[in-house]
Structure formats: C-alpha cells, structure tokens
C-alpha cells in the first residue's frame, strides 16, 4: 500500500469553495479506484465521490452532485474535490481512500463509495464551513 496524504482543508464562510487534494507516489499505477469521504461530528462516514484512475469515471453521493467534482491529476500524482457553493451542512473531515480492486463493469465502471470499498485511507483534512 501507498500511503494517502489529503491537504487542502480549511475554513471558509457559506457559498464558498475549497479544492482538497489527495496525493501518493506513483498513483495511478498502483490503485484503480479513489474516493473522497466525509464524518460530521456525531455521525456516520459517508462517501461522496469517487473515480476510475484509469478510465476516469466518476461518481456523486446524490446530495453533493452538480456541487462536488472529483478529478484526477497524473501530472502531480493526485486526486482532488473541488467543493462549491459550500454549506455549514458541509462541515466534516474529509478522507481520500483508495484501492486496487476495479470499478463495476455493472455500474458503467464505475468505483464504490462505500467504506467497504477501499482499504487505504488517509489522515483526512478538516472542513469547516461558517454561516
């Protein structure tokens, strides 16, 4: 396993916008699929996007889509979020998980976003989103 590091975390006021990278040598040759996931205080982790390094599909948790976009970067050897139009519902750590098991040919190949998806996580960046 290569080991994840997430940076790009903050704090910014509603309606604003932070890009998290997620960064790890070399990559896109070692795990086929990304994903970013999120913990609020006092609840569950959920996944919000994820993506095929290879083929770059991507997939939303509906509640960030047309908000979020995932992407993969092969030059600088990172996956990033970029979050707009940010709410204080928004505020959470976020995680970048990873895994070398495949996307869903079932799905249209695209990766999971469930914590049983990936088996290398990162540190996670926080999130605070103001009113």
């Known amino acids: 396993q290569v080991p994840l590091v997430e940076s790009g975390g903050g704090s910014v006021e509603a309606g604003g916008s932070l890009r998290l990278s997620c960064a790890a040598p070399h990559l896109y040759s070692v795990y086929s699929c990304m994903g970013w996931s999120r913990q609020a205080p006092g609840k569950e982790r959920e996944g919000v996007a994820s993506i095929f390094t290879t083929g770059a599909v991507a997939a939303y948790a509906d509640s960030v889509k047309g908000r979020f976009t995932i992407s993969r970067d092969k030059a600088t050897s990172t996956v990033n979020l970029q979050m707009n139009s940010l709410k204080p519902e928004h505020t959470a750590m976020y995680y970048c998980?990873?895994?070398?098991?495949?996307?869903?040919?079932?799905?249209?190949?695209?990766?999971?976003?469930?914590?049983?998806?990936?088996?290398?996580w990162g540190q996670g960046t926080q999130v605070t989103v103001s009113s």
């Open positions: 998980a990873a895994t070398m098991r495949g996307p869903r040919p079932y799905t249209g190949y695209t990766c999971g976003m469930d914590q049983g998806d990936y088996n290398t």
